[in-house]
């Protein structure tokens, strides 16, 4: 595998995080609605931060998916991340097509832009049958980015790693794809 690569699409830069991301993105990760969305603790802060951005490229390196850091083309401006996310963890679907921006950026079409790309980079780098995305039931923005991407609800139930919560498995098989 290699390291992350970079890709623009026509207002985003998606870049493999740098160290300097690290105060913009714990912002992110602090607002209320990523902690609910993300199931992160109230108390989140740079090292958690940190540890998520080298998680990220590590991923990058290990496996060829990851997320990347968002910036806007026009202002250099850190707005999210989107990407791809296949973690080893029992009962994950598989590669994972998401998306995480700052509220101050939502209703911008940067998820559905940046997640296009994550779709299609997957789709491209890896010989799977169907790429998946995980949101939880009441985040309906989200679903919304995940039906314009050509996803569609596959199947509800919890996960190991938060057994407490239903989520919706939303599901984009390859031959879907490739008829759009």
């Not at 958690?48 to 806007?72: I, P």
Request: some cysteine.
């Amino acid at each position: 595998m290699s390291g992350c690569p970079t890709v623009e699409t026509e207002r985003l830069v998606l870049r493999p995080f740098r160290d300097d991301d690290v105060d913009a993105y714990t912002t992110m990760l602090r607002t209320p609605q990523v902690r609910a969305s993300l199931h992160l603790p109230d108390d989140i802060g740079p090292e958690q931060a940190w540890q998520q951005m080298a998680m990220w490229l590590g991923q990058w390196q290990l496996r060829g998916t990851g997320q990347w850091a968002l910036e806007e083309k026009a202002t250099g401006q850190f707005v999210g991340r989107a990407g791809s996310h296949w973690p080893l963890r029992a009962g994950w679907p598989g590669i994972e097509i998401g998306w995480t921006l700052h509220p101050d950026h939502w209703g911008k079409g940067y998820a559905t832009e940046a997640g296009a790309a994550a779709r299609d980079h997957a789709f491209a780098s890896h010989d799977v049958d169907a790429l998946y995305s995980v949101i939880l039931p009441e985040n309906l923005p989200s679903q919304a980015v995940a039906r314009r991407l050509g996803f569609v609800p596959w199947e509800e139930r919890a996960l190991p790693h938060v057994p407490e919560l239903v989520h919706v498995i939303w599901r984009l098989t390859r031959a879907e794809f490739n008829a759009a």
